[in-house]
């Protein structure tokens, strides 16, 4: 979930810890994107899940938050490869990793 933002030019994400199945590493793989924040569609915008009322809502202006209904089902897709989307907005793939998961139980029996 979206956290509110310190800063206009910054989104700051919440995961939840889940345990993994297979390996230690994990990598993060984002499409990053950045538009002009007062041209809010299904394709471009910030929603955040609000577990107290059970519903998406639009980080920026929640009086808004009817473009983020889709997001109990599927969102509209963009243009096929994005090329009218893509010429209002930057878009950038970033990936964050290795992120190693260690469990803190095994460093206490270890001594470490």
């Known amino acids: 979930m979206f956290l509110p933002r310190y800063q206009t030019s910054a989104l700051t994400i919440y995961l ?3 345990q993994l199945v297979v390996g230690q590493e ?3 793989h984002c499409k990053l994107v950045a538009w002009e924040p ?3 569609d ?3 915008k910030a929603c955040h899940y609000r577990k107290e009322s059970q519903s998406w809502e639009l980080l920026d202006d929640p009086s808004m938050s009817g473009v983020c209904s889709c997001c109990d089902s599927t969102c ?3 243009n096929k490869r994005g090329v009218d989307w893509e010429t209002n907005a930057f878009s950038h793939h970033s ?3 290795p ?3 260690v469990d803190p139980s095994a460093d206490s029996v270890s001594g470490v």
Do not use: E, M, N, P
């Open 38 to 40: 007062k041209k809010f």
């Open 16 to 18: 939840q810890a889940f």
């Open 99 to 101: 992120l190693i998961i």
């Open 95 to 97: 990936v964050l990793g």
């Open 76 to 78: 509209k897709s963009r």
């Open 26 to 28: 994990v990598y993060i």
């Open 42 to 44: 299904d394709t471009k």
